[in-house]
């Protein structure tokens, strides 16, 4: 008998199904009453993970100071705007610990006299964010609050100062817009980030010792971009059509990759023993970099300022920078400092100067003092013990000069220039030798040098 597969399947069913025995259905009928979910909503979990409480008179209730006042560390938020006629304040904080988010939401104040937005006084750890200010005296206060944070804020038309924040805040992504006088003041040891002030009364940041600003702007502010009273770091921040500067930083300051432009006073003005390292700044009324003793100038670009393009003081370095088209000299150095791969170009007085114990090395200095009524020198040290050396002086009124005796001239080469080298005497030089020029053609054959010279301190001229 021939073995069939499907006779085989039909008998191993079979065989399964008289096992089983009787195969039993639930009720089909589904329970009496209306359906419900049977799980948590999405408040009860958000409460359940991270309890958070509205602000109302029935949770937060207020008292003559202000309208709604926060008694205990937690974490909440509103649920509408608010507006408010009187000078007092929309939410006073006091306690440590809190957070309160906005929510999108906007707390108006409409009194001539002011009043506050969001107060904390003397509290430690409060945070704020997610909403909007305006019509207020202060935005924020919590200038005696220590590690305060404030986020995503955007105040307008504060009639004194917008942001007030103390010791070791965080404030990042902000914005005070028209403030009455200083758009953000802050303590000692401040971090700002991603925050703008634009047309404020005062300056636009206004920052404590050791404070970091970081890819910030100040556009169009009645005083200073940014200044912080002490040490500061800047990074990437822009400062465009100030009244008075655009950035000053005391001592220690650092600043890497900032553009100063169009500000009323200097572009950048930072203390002794300060860097400055990529940053541009342009077309300021005064100085576009001021810098005092012992500070780096690096990679600097400075450009159509009224008065020097970089000016340093004593035993400050400039280096690998350009500074073109200023209205007085390119790079103003005072004495026992370094000028070193700079480019000096189109200014209207000198390109390059220095002092007393001072070096410029290695620079172009090019079409300086050409203009109808101009006068001024490629690069000139105005007192001894200046070295120029190894410099490529180009169209300028004079090449190179010397104002006093006792400097040391080696290794330039100067063409073009109406007169290349004015030296007073006194002064210390290599040969100043006329290049000749080769009399045939030479193709890829040797051929005697036509300098005539072989002193390797030689000042050539062609």
Known sequence: MRFSPLAAITAATSLCVSLAGPALAGPLTPPAGAVAPTGETLTELGDRVEPRTPISQETTPGDAAAQFVITQAGSYYLTEN????????????????????????????????????????????????????????????????????????????ALDIAFRAGNESIIRDCRAIDAGNVGFFASVSTFVADSKAFNCAGDGFLLGSDSIVRDCRAIGNDRDGFRVNGTAVYERCVALNN??????????????????????????????????????ASENTLDGIDADSRCIVRGCTTGRNDRDGIRVDFGSSVIDSIASRNGADG????????????????????????????????????????????????????????????????????????????????GNIASDNVSDFVLVAGTRHGPIVEAGQTLVPINNTTAPGTLNTTDPHANIIY
């Open 331 to 410: 790079i103003d150095a005072s004495s026992n400092c370094r000028v070193e791969a700079c480019s000096a170009t189109e200014n209207d007085a000198n390109g390059i100067v220095i002092r007393s114990n001072s070096v410029a090395v290695g620079n172009l200095s090019e079409g300086n003092a050409r203009g109808s009524g101009e006068d001024g020198t490629g690069i000139v040290a105005t007192s001894s013990g200046a070295v120029i050396e190894r410099n490529r002086v180009i169209s300028n009124r004079r090449g190179i000069e010397t104002t006093f005796d006792g400097c040391l001239v080696i």
């Open 243 to 280: 009244f008075l500067n655009g950035f000053t930083g005391g001592s220690n300051t650092v600043m890497t990759s900032c553009t100063s432009t169009g500000n009323r006073e200097t572009g950048i003005d930072v203390g002794f023993s300060s860097v400055v390292t990529d940053s541009v």
């Open 82 to 157: 608010i507006l408010l006629l009187t000078t007092s304040a929309a939410i006073d904080v006091r306690a440590d610990n809190v957070t309160l988010d906005l929510n999108g939401f906007t707390i108006a104040g409409l009194s001539p006299a002011g009043g506050t937005g969001i107060r904390a006084t003397s509290q430690r750890a409060v945070t704020i964010r997610n909403g909007v200010l305006n019509g207020w005296e202060n935005a924020v206060n919590c200038t005696s609050s220590f590690e305060t944070t404030l986020e995503g804020l955007t105040s307008r038309f």
